[in-house]
Structure formats: C-alpha cells, structure tokens
C-alpha cells in the first residue's frame, strides 16, 4: 500500500520517491547506483530530521491523525500475544469505537483498552470514526471491573478527536457513563497505566486516561479540544486552527513541561506512521518498565499515589 504524506511532508515523499525509482533503475539496468543511493537516503535522513524537529503544533496535530498512523488494533499483533477481545456492554450493544480484551505482554496477563478509528468509509462508519458513544465507555468499564476482580492491570490506548456528540448518545448517557468512568478508574484496585497513540480529545480521552501513569507518543496531542473546533468557536472560523493550536499547547512537550504526563514515548525518525515495529518496541519498552515497577508497589502506596498524582494536576502556583 502506498504511503500517504502530508502537505508538509512533501519534500520527504518527493525525496523517496526519486530514491525508489533510482533503485528501480539499477536493477533493471544492472547498473551498481548503490552509492548514489546511499548518498540520497544519508539526505532524505537529514531532512527529515529538519522537518520534524521544527514541525509546529499545526503540523503534530496533522502528525497524530496522520492517515497511516497506527491504530490500537495495529499494535496489537507486534505487542501482545494471545489478544482475546471481549465485546459488549451488557446493557445495550458493542459499540466498535472501545476496542478491549485480555491479552499477554510480555509474560504478564494484562487487560487493554483502547480507542479504534477506521481506515476505509465502511470500517470507519463501523467504529463510529474512534468517538465512542456510552456503551463503548461502559464496554470498558466492564473490562476494568473484570481486571480488578482477577488482580490484572490494564493498559489503555487513547485515540479519539472526542466523545460521539449526537442525541442517541445523550439519550443514553454520554456524560454519565464518562464520569462513572473516571469516579472508577481512580480508585481501580490495579495498575493502570494509560497511553495517547493519536489524538487525545477532550473528556472521550479521558474517560480511558485516568491511571497511575500518562504516557504520550512523540507525535501525538492531548486536548480539550481539536483545533479546528477551538477555532469554529473562538473565531467562528476554522481557518484559525494553526492559530488555535498554539494556544492549545496540544503536544506532548507542552503537556511535559505542564506537568500533565509523566514520560514522551519516542517514535521512529520518520514517524510510528512509517515503521510500526519501531513504535511498537519503543512504547513497548517503556510501559514494561513502568508495568514492573507499578506491580511491585504495594496496593495501598498505588492508591495513595494515584490519588495525590490526580490531586496535583493543574497545580499552579505564581
């Protein structure tokens, strides 16, 4: 399948697609143009480096929705072993939007939870374009009811522009479900520790973001609203997103420096949207690190930290 590349991605598309048809050329010729090759992709190394070190806000919000970005469901398969998914709410339906089950991670029996948007117009309708309506937060719910039973942590994977807005979701107790969501997951008897793969919007984050730990990928943002709906607001006029995500600060740095989350998961140097091996033993690395340590805490500390961690956010002090 073809790679998809952004506006400001461009340079590196033209760049690599010039390298690929200099490749082609050398095996159909027989012509040895290894070096010519080499020279390129030493070039193509460095810019991308130059783009996206100094890629703006605009540009990472465009990053952590990227068209190639790796969904929860991609992950999967390179992190866990024996993923059994669980569906259904037991109350009224499975909503496709919350993905979860139980899975092994790296010799550990975990739960996961997460966000899954779709690729074509059919999946997408499917998974309601990543928004879960309340029977995919109360899906979840169910699945952190069941690991505190059997004494299993969960690892969570956000990935959504937001809560499912329209009135059969209101019907049905959108903003409940989402508080009983974090009422819950705040004092969840097992590690939990929470992960943003794409964009993190709004309370549809955070009602699977409530943990002992907050971990973003490189490339990723964590907002109370997208930009572009800042804008429609504010402005009454998307064109100012740019504008609206600086004033966001939506991006893993911002929300660091903020002290809003504990860690940056690095990604591959062009992106976990080009190399989701990579991005996977990278993030896999780091929340098995923090998993070990998590799990060695005794229940009372977890819970005593948690509670003090979650009381500190937003702390201000002049």
């Not at 374009?129 to 299993?152: D, H, N, S, T």
């Not at 709004?202 to 971990?215: E, N, P, Q, W």
């Amino acid at each position: 399948m073809a790679n998809s590349y952004l506006e400001f991605e461009r340079p590196i598309a033209e760049l690599t697609s010039k390298i690929d048809d200099l490749s082609g050329m050398g095996k159909d010729s027989g012509v040895n143009i290894a070096e010519e090759v080499e020279r390129l992709n030493g070039k193509k190394d460095k810019l991308v480096e130059q783009i996206y070190s100094k890629a703006t806000r605009a540009q990472i919000c465009q990053l952590s929705r990227h068209p190639d970005r790796p969904y929860i469901l991609d992950y999967i398969p390179h992190m866990f072993d024996d993923f059994q998914e669980l569906h259904g709410d037991r109350a009224f339906s499975d909503d496709g939007a919350i993905v979860g089950g139980l899975a092994n991670f790296r010799g550990k029996s975990i739960v996961v939870v997460g966000h899954q948007k779709g690729r074509d117009t059919k999946e997408k309708i499917k998974r309601n374009f990543g928004m879960p309506r309340p029977e995919g937060y109360r899906k979840a719910l169910r699945l952190f009811k069941l690991a505190e039973r059997f004494e299993i942590p969960v690892l969570t994977f956000i990935d959504t522009a937001g809560a499912w807005p329209g009135i059969d979701a209101e019907e049905r107790g959108q903003s409940e479900a989402i508080a009983r969501n974090l009422q819950e997951l705040a004092a969840l008897k097992v590690p939990v520790i929470c992960t943003v793969i794409g964009e993190g919007g709004s309370g549809g984050a955070l009602a699977i973001g409530v943990g002992d730990r907050m971990y973003m990928q490189q490339f990723s943002t964590y907002s109370v609203i997208s930009p572009e709906g800042c804008a429609a607001i504010l402005w009454r006029d998307r064109a100012h997103a740019d504008e609206a995500a600086e004033a966001l600060k939506p991006t893993a740095l911002d929300l660091q420096s903020l002290g809003l989350i504990d860690a940056i998961i690095p990604e591959p140097k062009e992106g976990a949207h080009r190399n989701i091996e990579e991005a996977a033993e990278l993030m896999g690395d780091l929340l098995e690190k923090s998993l070990d340590e998590l799990l060695n805490t005794p229940l009372d500390k977890l819970l005593k930290s948690r509670a003090e961690r979650l009381r500190n956010l937003g702390a201000f002090s002049g």
